[in-house]
């Protein structure tokens, strides 16, 4: 029998699980009779223990995009100060909502627009949650188009046929089981994750030291093809090590997956854990593992200077190379298994919030009085398979993780944070901060076109230019200053009456 027979087995096995489970937790509820309940599909009513949720958020962050394509990608090509590009900002994430906590929960809102709707009108729901929406269709693209370019040569079939296959079975056990599916799926997943990345780390490991090579951190960092001037600890460049961080933190401090789970959880107590045991897994798993992998991968597929091994395609097959010429076929089913689980642990957050977004803080505020509470959960579900299909084909399209987690990112940041920290800024207006995420959006958008395509190269300062990320930065220029043009426009009644009349519409 040839080798993609018993990946086959394997992940038909896994996939009739994790569908299983979804229409156990459906059945659940109809005995409940509860299935007509959107609030409860939503929030897992909202009961969540913090292993529950840290355990959630661990599934999500320990991904084939994120650890296992992406992390071990910046590993190979910066040696061990790769970690200012991805763990360190996370980890810094992770102290923030530690300590924010209690505020957060304290606001009783499960998303973040309808936060804001509490105290600026429903209008403005659903424009924040439309950039919201294009984050995550994002991220759940990068996260099936890992999966497809990973696992297909494992199923002997094409990148684009996988993607579908996952997004198919994902579809099915969200639209089941809502996102008590999604938690549940994800303790599965995060233990099959655990024993990839694990195994992964002892093979590369055991695979340098076997062959006669000292598996030392700063000797192997030294040979990094992509150091900038040879600096052993800043070698991504300070330039793009300080816009990773602008980047990224402020816009995950607002991150919606997390913001759900912190709000499902039963108190402060669970929700605090449950972030501890995110931020301990997120060190071992995102952080020191992934780091030892992609060490390993640059002693044995090393560089010729800054040209990397054509196999490895630029390092984003990795795993794959290292499954293929290190492991036993029975391990090598074994790790396809958890490659295929971090996928659909991270598609399925990704697809959840999308769905949130579309239904929760679009759709549901504008029919709640006029259909049935059946016609709403329906239509909850629907719109959790459309979500997942919408990533779907954002991911046939997609050939760069690098710039999908920096736009993605950068759009939090400069469409997101101004509009939830504007909830506890006194005398702070509707107009200020509809003004604010429009600039913020489209700003970004334009600026990463026009960045994207070198038009800016001839005008941008050179530490700027170098990075390729200065879209960043002028999108977030761009919210302040909507921001504060809604401020000076005190007199413009009649934006803001139109809003309002549009509000007392809807």
Not at 22 to 38: A, E, P
Not at 140 to 165: D, R, V
Not at 339 to 358: F, K, P, Q, R, W
């Amino acid at each position: 029998m040839s080798t993609s027979f018993y990946y086959w087995i394997a992940f038909i096995t896994y996939s009739i699980i994790v569908i299983g489970i979804g229409f156990y937790i459906w059945n659940k509820r109809r005995k409940k009779n509860i299935l007509d309940d959107s609030d409860s599909y939503w929030s897992a009513n909202k009961n969540l223990s913090g292993w529950s949720s840290g355990l959630s958020i661990s599934a999500s962050m320990m991904s084939i995009s994120w650890s296992c394509v992406y992390g071990v990608q910046l590993f190979y090509w910066y040696g061990i100060s790769a970690a200012w590009l991805l763990i360190i900002p996370w980890l810094l994430t992770m102290i923030g909502f530690y300590f924010l906590t209690p505020l957060f929960r304290k606001l009783e809102a499960f998303s973040q627009p309808e936060l804001l709707s509490k105290k600026f009108g429903n209008r403005i729901r659903s424009i924040i949650a439309i950039p919201l929406i294009f984050v995550f269709i994002v991220w759940g693209g990068a996260e099936i188009y890992a999966a497809g370019i990973t696992i297909a040569p494992f199923l002997n079939i094409s990148p684009s046929l996988t993607m579908f296959i996952i997004s198919l079975v994902i579809a099915i056990y969200t639209y089941t089981g809502g996102f008590q599916a999604v938690v549940s799926t994800d303790k599965i997943q995060f233990i099959l994750v655990f024993l990839f990345i694990t195994i992964l780390a002892v093979v590369g490991y055991s695979a340098v030291t076997s062959s006669g090579g000292n598996f030392n951190l700063i000797d192997i960092s030294t040979t990094s093809p992509k150091s900038i001037n040879n600096n052993l600890f800043f070698a991504p460049g300070l330039a793009i090590i300080i816009f990773t961080f602008v980047a990224y933190l402020p816009g995950w401090l607002v991150e919606t997956d997390i913001w759900i789970r912190l709000q499902a959880s039963k108190d402060n107590k669970q929700a605090r854990k449950g972030i501890l045991v995110a931020s301990t897994n997120s060190f071992i798993f995102v952080g020191l593992l992934p780091m030892i992998i992609g060490l390993s991968a640059l002693f044995l597929y090393p560089s010729n200077g800054a040209e990397i091994p054509l196999k490895l395609q630029d390092g984003a097959l990795i795993f794959q190379n290292l499954m293929a010429d290190y492991t036993p076929l029975w391990l090598n089913v074994l790790l396809g298994i958890g490659l295929i689980g971090a996928a659909m642990s991270t598609v399925d957050t990704c697809g959840n919030v999308v769905a949130l977004s579309l239904s929760y803080d679009i759709v549901e505020p504008i029919v709640k009085n006029k259909i049935s509470l059946h016609k709403r959960k329906l239509l909850a579900s629907y719109i959790s398979i459309l979500a997942i299909f919408i990533a779907f084909i954002y991911a046939l399209f997609t050939d760069s993780l690098w710039d999908i987690f920096y736009l993605s990112s950068g759009i939090l940041t400069t469409t997101i944070f101004v509009p939830v920290i504007s909830v506890f800024l006194p005398n702070t207006k509707r107009r200020e901060v509809i003004l604010c995420v429009i600039f913020g959006f489209l700003g970004t958008l334009a600026f990463y076109f026009l960045e994207s395509r070198e038009y800016l190269s001839g005008i941008e300062p050179e530490f700027i230019a170098s990075t390729q990320l200065g879209y960043i930065l002028y999108g977030f220029i761009m919210c302040l200053i909507g921001f504060f043009l809604g401020k000076i426009f005190k007199s413009s009644d009649n934006l803001e009456n139109t809003i309002v009349d549009i509000d007392n519409k809807s």
